[in-house]
């Protein structure tokens, strides 16, 4: 299983995404799957007031899930794409199907997707 999501989360090293740009930011992060300090550019994010980044990425909860045995082994990377891309072309003519050829050569079997 991998997760994808459309909430912006990324490394913190990792170039943050730009929510500035009026036509939306169609590049992607990929997320290892060992990954434990994780961030998000979104302007939704706002940890003092209680935002919780595993509801948008809940890479924890899938860990966990795992080790229960009520789900089977993750991936060993996870994507992030950002929300509200207003020209999805780009998105669609190359970098979803980017991301898409990576999941096959990593044979997963399922995709979570969780929006933000």
Known sequence: MALVTTGGVHLPGQPRFDI???????????IPGDAHDLTWTHSYYAPDRGADLDSVFPLWTLRRLVAEGAV???????FSFMGAIHDSGPLVEETAPEVARRLV????????LTPS
């Not at 500035?20 to 990929?30: A, F, H, N």
């Not at 089977?72 to 996870?78: C, Y």
């Open 20 to 30: 500035d740009d009026p036509l939306g930011d169609c590049s992607y992060r990929e």
């Open 72 to 78: 089977g082994e993750l991936n060993g990377r996870h």
């Open 105 to 112: 050569e990593d044979r997963v079997d399922t995709v979570l």
